[in-house]
């Protein structure tokens, strides 16, 4: 369901479908509408990635001043994951209901003060409660899938949301790298270690509240008032919506792969600065250097994810899409488990950086596959995937990295098999009318309860 803006619309410069979505994608163009709120949403879910792994860079002191027990740290970690899951769910029908721009902004406005609190955390309690909250805001995700499967068609809608979760994304990767040198720069002017790592916070809580801002004076979910023309069926309640989407097998599907994907990355952007840390005893800038890699490679790898996705969809139809998300998973899987086995540090952040490009690309060759499963339920669809994104994150941190039971290298190791039987369940995806990766399309055995939730 699409919504309009309040204010007055602009015109596109790009070429348009039938139902008012952009059908070229050009990313480094601010052209309004398309354009323009592509930049608006990936540069607010960019600052909310931000907020969230803040925090896991500078564990390593804040152990020292919070008296953080390795247990603490894992349920912490696994905190801010749970905070985003029944987020996520919620985001999509809100999204369907209100819209992607103001579901967006006012999330991360809300978060925004969680994420300056962290300034005042004084106990493992305060701590763990802070990261669970600002786990909320990575419902924003949705928003930003929502929001370019709304703008752009779907011969382009891979590139449109790879893109736009891509270069967000790098949000971890920034905070890694900027956090600890931040730190060490308000150190310098003789701060005590205690207050150095608190008053750094205002840069993410401020970073956030800014681009909200920016996104409700500046964003627009339609590209003209005749958009919301373009379906003559009726607005469905919240309930019917979501009713919809959960009956709807393929997005359980998807959301499984996803938390074997962007799960995974999740849990590698709050576990990679400490394991090169304590591992190999490099220094703490260093380590934070070496997890921004991680992050950083989000600004082509998801992007390509979308790509590869839509060039399969021209040679081989959805069918394609699903062969290329399957192999591309099963290729990250492999070098996941190869890095748990790397003994050397060149070694490790070499097959690192490898591990990274594919299960980043892999997360975007998932929702290169979202936008077909319901036109209908699609904000349902993206938080439902989503929100697998999440649990994924949560189950891999819980069995495998909280406590002492596995060595890192062990649990790296183990996550990357989990991930290679996970993608299995992609050949059960099916499309009456496109097929699936087995079968081919067979049109005549749709039947109306099967299109509507298609359509």
Known sequence: MEHSSPRKPHLSSLPLDSENKATEFHPFSTSPPHMLAFHLAWLSLFSCFFSTFSIPPLIPIMRQNLNLSAADVGAAGTAAF????????????????????????????????????????SSPTSFILVRFLIGFCLANFVANQFWMS?????????????????WANMGAG???LTMPLLY????????????????????????????????????????CKDSIKVSNKPKESFLRLLFNGLMNYRGWILGLIYGCCFGVE???????????????????????????CFG????????????????????FGVRGRLWGLWAVLTVAGL??????????????????????????????LTFGIVPFVSKRSLGVISGMTGSGGTVGAVVTQMLLFSGDKFSTQTSISVMGLMMVICTLPISLIYFPQWGGMFCTPNETSIDEEDYSLLV
């Open 266 to 292: 999740m849990t590698m952007d709050n576990i990679v600065a400490q394991y090169f840390y304590y591992r190999f005893g490099v220094n703490l800038q260093v380590a934070g250097t070496i997890a921004a």
């Open 335 to 364: 070098l996941c488990v190869l890095m748990g086995r790397a003994n050397s540090v060149g070694g490790s952040i070499g097959v690192m950086c490898m591990f990274s490009v594919f299960v980043q690309a892999a997360s975007g």
């Open 296 to 315: 950083l490679t989000n600004w082509f790898a998801r992007p390509m994810g979308g790509v590869v996705s839509d060039q399969m969809a021209k040679l």
């Open 82 to 121: 749970v905070g985003s899951i029944f987020s996520r769910l919620a985001m999509g029908p809100v999204c369907d209901l209100v819209g992607p721009r103001i579901a967006s902004a006012a999330l991360s406005l809300i978060t925004a003060p969680i994420v300056l609190a962290t300034a005042f955390i």
């Open 150 to 166: 709304s703008l752009f068609s779907t011969s382009v809608v891979g590139l449109a949301n790879g893109f736009a979760a891509g």
């Open 174 to 176: 920034v905070a890694q």
């Open 184 to 223: 060490s720069f308000v150190k310098s002017f003789n701060v005590p270690e205690n207050t150095a790592w608190r008053v750094i916070f205002v840069v993410p809580a401020t970073f956030q509240a800014i681009t909200a801002i920016m996104v409700l004076i500046y964003g627009q979910e339609l590209p």
